[in-house]
């Protein structure tokens, strides 16, 4: 399987890859560096796309001014569309279709002190993949929000203790990653 993989200089994104070749996938990585540079996705076919990019500041709103509130919404949801748009737009996906699964988080639903823009970013996130899918289901394209409670990353790290979780509780990333991978490979 020819699997798309962003944000693997992260924790979901680099497990996920590390995963996914280990069982013998053929890994594309796409991270920030090359949607800096504006370079077009590579002229490949995919069967799946694993959108892993995000950030996550931990702002009071006193303190979220506009340019870090639309940085979060640029990189949680404009990247993720961008991928959709290219994938779609120049047909990079298999004759059977593709899966494109978008790492959201538990906080598309829930809130926390000091995370309005990651909150709303992500659930702008799982409300796109949701549109998305109804669009392009037609095309065989299936595209997934995946909305875990917490998985032990840096990101997640930096702001644990702000949102009150026990950093005990959190998912190890290879195990979500093992996950992740399962439900691409069925059928």
Do not use: Q
Not at 64 to 86: K, P, Q, S
Not at 159 to 170: H, Q, W
């Amino acid at each position: 399987m020819k699997i798309l993989v962003t944000g693997t200089s992260g924790g979901i994104g680099g497990a996920f890859a590390e995963v996914a070749r280990d069982a013998g996938h053929d890994v594309t990585e796409w991270n920030r560096a090359e949607f800096k540079r504006g370079d077009a996705l590579p002229d490949e076919r995919f069967d799946a796309v694993l959108f892993a990019t995000g950030t996550c500041p931990v702002t009071p709103v006193t303190a979220l001014t506009d340019e870090r509130f639309e940085d979060t919404m640029r990189v949680n949801c404009g990247l993720f569309l961008r991928i959709v748009r290219e994938v779609v737009s120049h047909r990079l996906y298999s004759s059977a279709g593709a899966r494109i699964v978008a790492v959201s988080s538990v906080s598309a639903r829930e809130g926390w002190s000091g995370g309005a823009a990651y909150c709303a970013s992500k659930g702008a996130l799982s409300a796109m993949c949701r549109a998305l899918d109804e669009e392009l289901k037609i095309r065989g394209i299936r595209v997934t929000a995946l909305e875990p409670r917490h998985v032990r990353t840096k990101m997640f790290d930096g702001g644990a203790g702000r949102m009150g979780v026990d950093p005990g509780l959190a998912l190890d990333p290879v195990e979500f990653a093992k996950d992740i991978l399962k439900g691409i490979e069925r059928p």
